[in-house]
């Protein structure tokens, strides 16, 4: 049945969703509001990236709805989900550039693939998108000639080319030194706040993203535990999002992987 | 037994499995490869220039020592009927019809189908080829494409290249070092190859082409996307396409010596 959802740029249903017989999901719903930052955040293992390929069509979910500017995500066609996925840009968590193009054509990528422009625009756009993310200086450099961070900038700039209208950043902050964090937060905000692109943010990174957000969807148990903007959810009463937002070891949701006795193990009584 | 029996089984199944997966992959190929040729040219002539250019090395070392070693056991086995003049068209029938498409092909799984195998999946692994699908690119039609085509062109080309080269060997060895008679090695290869006989190389060598690239190709693109997956990808490259030609290179040689 396909169902429209016009109100939210990107709406989520009732998603059930698993793999290897493992569910990941169990009745999903979130709503992302367009032209906000909406961060979504959970422990490790929860799911963060796996949404986002359900929502780019990557995945096709097990039951329910994903929605995309009022278009279901699992019944489109793959020129259909080409189609769609021109209006968006992805930062993936390692920038994923193209190791055998350098800097320049990396940004002109998208550009030289789905439109006719003439040269000296594509060089105009991609300056001006390497300069938004301070690194116009870098233009003729190969991807393994740049830090960590470069690299992910550069992969902004690249995911900004064709001016879309959701940008999705998949842990943008992970493994960053404060400076780069500072600069890709800054970035990601300016970018928002003056193209009024659409950003979803997936992170653990609470304090830093919850500093730029909108709004926040805390995810545990294959479903969203809180949601609302940072400062509602650092207020929330449930141990798990208590336990999240003050990072504590202790709590409804394990450090430990489940496994056999501590003790009995160590004394070789477990068969292995 | 049963285990035994369910192994047997489940082998089975994906080996069908894989074979339907490796036909519709071609199938796909072949759908957007005159788009490819059309749209993207320069890619495919990079491509021709890693696959080819690239592998030439490899392609005179061995095609020289090959026609070497034909010429001295070929002497010493045409000299014992007194047939040594014969010497220039026992390696140049053995090199255009067999040797040469064979050997090219095996060495092109060793150096370029590799290469091609551990770069794709190495692209699996860093989320590129996600990249491209998230920035509605089809990475078929803009990376597995061009190397394949890069592959098909290349080999009938090395193929040839092995084979004079291979020739020069035996001709090295035969006439400088044990005293055929130069004359007598030109002229008898050229009254007894015939254009049949080349053409039989060069049609095994177009189909070993296609499917050394397109095994290499398939590999990379369908690797696990970990360290141990990109290894195992290229590994099964060299094993498969090795296997694969020599069967066909059987079936082909009775097909087209009737």
């Not at chain 1, 569910?23 to 979504?40: E, H, M, Q, S, W």
């Not at chain 2, 091609?116 to 692209?123: Q, R």
């Not at chain 2, 970990?226 to 094993?239: D, I, L, M, N, S």
Request: hydrophobic residues 50%; contains cysteine.
């Amino acid at each position: 049945m396909k169902k429209d959802c016009p109100k939210s740029i990107v709406e989520i249903r009732d998603v059930v969703f698993s793999r290897d017989a493992k569910p990941i999901f169990d009745g999903l719903n979130i709503n992302i509001p367009r032209g906000k930052i909406t961060a979504v955040m959970g422990p490790s293992g929860t799911g963060k990236t796996t949404l986002l390929r359900l929502i780019t069509g990557q995945l096709t979910p097990d039951k329910g709805h994903i929605c995309v500017d009022g278009k279901d995500v699992s019944t489109m066609s793959r020129e259909q989900l080409f189609a769609m996925r021109r209006r968006m840009g992805m930062l993936f968590q390692n920038g994923a550039l193209l190791t055998d193009l350098d800097v320049f054509e990396n940004v002109a990528f998208p550009l030289r693939e789905h439109t006719d422009l003439p040269e000296k625009l594509i060089r105009h756009i991609v300056l001006t998108k390497l300069h938004a993310v301070g690194l116009r200086g870098t233009w003729r450099m190969m991807p393994s000639e740049l830090s960590g961070g470069m690299a992910r900038r550069v992969a902004l700039a690249r995911s900004m080319a064709m001016d879309p209208d959701i940008i999705i950043y998949d842990e943008p902050l992970a493994g960053l030194d404060p400076i780069s964090m500072g600069v890709i937060l800054r970035l990601i905000k300016r970018l928002n706040d003056a193209l009024g692109i659409t950003s979803i943010v997936v992170s653990h990174d609470v304090q830093e993203i919850g500093s730029i957000a909108d709004c926040s969807y805390l995810m545990a148990d294959g479903k969203v535990v809180a949601s609302g903007a940072p400062e509602e959810l650092s207020k929330d009463g449930n141990p798990i999002v208590q336990q999240f937002m003050a990072g504590m070891a202790e709590g409804p949701v394990p450090f430990h992987y489940p496994g056999p006795d501590y003790e009995e193990q160590l004394l070789g009584r477990v068969v292995e | 037994m049963k285990d035994w029996l369910c192994e047997i089984r489940d082998a089975m199944k994906a080996f069908v499995r894989t074979v339907g997966e490796l036909t519709l992959f071609f199938i796909n190929i072949v759908m957007y490869t005159p788009r490819t040729l059309v749209r993207r040219p320069g890619l495919v002539v990079k491509q021709v220039f890693n696959s080819g250019t690239m592998s030439m090395t490899i392609i005179l070392t061995c095609g020289l020592f090959v026609g070497m070693v034909l010429g001295l056991q070929g002497f010493d086995t045409l000299q014992r009927f007194g047939a040594e003049e014969a010497l220039g068209t026992f390696a140049t029938l053995s090199l255009v019809k067999e040797l040469g498409p064979v050997l090219t092909a095996l060495l092109f799984a060793g150096r370029a189908g590799t290469a091609l195998a551990s770069e794709i999946g190495l692209m699996r692994a860093t989320d590129q080829l996600a990249a491209m699908e998230m920035m509605a690119v089809d990475p078929v039609r803009r990376i597995v494409i061009p190397r394949f085509l890069g592959g098909v062109v290349a080999m009938p080309f090395l193929a040839a290249i092995f084979n004079m080269v291979a020739i020069f060997g035996a001709f090295i060895v035969g006439v400088t070092f044990m005293g055929v008679d130069e004359g007598a090695f030109w002229s008898q290869m050229h009254a007894n190859v015939a254009v049949a006989d080349v053409a039989q190389g060069v049609i095994k060598s177009v189909v070993f082409g296609v499917v050394a690239s397109l095994l290499a190709v398939y590999q990379g693109y369908t690797s696990v996307p970990t360290a141990e997956g990109v290894g195992r990808a290229t590994t099964r490259t060299v094993v498969t396409t090795a296997i694969t030609v020599l069967i066909l290179d059987y079936m082909l040689t009775a097909a087209l010596i009737g």
